[in-house]
T-cell receptor
Framework: DAKTTQPPSMDCAEGRAANLPCNHS???????VYWYRQIHSQGPQYIIH???NNETNEMASLIITEDRKSSTLILPHATLRDTAVYYC??????????FGKGTMLLVSP | SAVISQKPSRDICQRGTSLTIQCQVD?????MFWYRQQPGQSLTLIAT?????????ESGFVIDKFPISRPNLTFSTLTVSNMSPEDSSIYLC????????????FGPGTRLTVL
């Protein structure tokens, strides 16, 4: 699995877009980019994943650069309930996830 | 996505004792996993619970300490044996979604404190 690098923390004002970056410069062609988040004292929650194309669902958008060496998770209108640790994972599909330290996103009023 | 429940949600145990954690899924799933999250740390995979065969353990985790059962496609247990305070953690089970590219769904976790 490719190593990912994320900033340890980020702040965002409520109602604004939260853009969480992830670097995965050693990603291989068959590895997907997954995003999960963990709200305090809860199990991780799947957000979105992608291979090459940008993806959007009801929770977020995932923008993957053309060279696939980095990606950005976008929460279009952050709320206080989006305060959580966000994990970016590059995974080849052998069914195991390797969690790094993630980014602690603090959404403030 | 699958609905996953864990029992107990939390427990406080004495050192030297054992605790069995249950994980129940509302649908049949092929892959089930057990993770540990030590205080202030990220998640670490303990093992993959295989139905009908022995669990597959990650480096640093052994069957004698963390025996796992997987009697069917909707249920698994993890036992934390001969506990010490260093075993104080959140233990989480997860399952792989059906028809997805290895997306995993997690249970709410079991918060274990060992005194």
């Amino acid at each position: 699995d490719a190593k990912t690098t994320q900033p340890p923390s980020m702040d965002c004002a409520e109602g604004r877009a939260a853009n969480l970056p992830c670097n995965h410069s050693t990603i291989s062609g068959n590895e997907y980019v997954y995003w999960y988040r963990q709200i305090h004292s809860q199990g991780p929650q799947y957000i979105i994943h992608g291979l090459k194309n940008n993806e959007t669902n009801e929770m977020a958008s995932l923008i993957i650069t053309e060279d696939r060496k980095s990606s950005t998770l976008i929460l279009p209108h952050a709320t206080l309930r989006d305060t959580a640790v966000y994990y970016c994972i590059a995974e080849s599909g052998y069914s195991t996830l390797t969690f790094g330290k993630g980014t602690m996103l603090l959404v403030s009023p | 996505s699958a609905v996953i429940s864990q029992k107990p949600s939390r427990d406080i145990c004495q050192r030297g004792t054992s605790l069995t954690i249950q994980c129940q899924v509302d649908s049949q799933v092929t892959m089930m996993f057990w993770y540990r999250q030590q205080p202030g740390q990220s998640l670490t995979l303990i093992a993959t619970a295989n139905q009908g065969s022995e669990a597959t353990y990650e480096s640093g985790f052994v069957i004698d300490k963390f025996p796992i059962s997987r009697p069917n496609l909707t249920f698994s247990t993890l036992t934390v044996s001969n506990m010490s305070p260093e075993d104080s953690s959140i233990y989480l089970c997860s399952v792989e979604g059906q028809g997805s590219t290895d997306t995993q769904y997690f249970g709410p976790g079991t918060r274990l404190t060992v005194l």
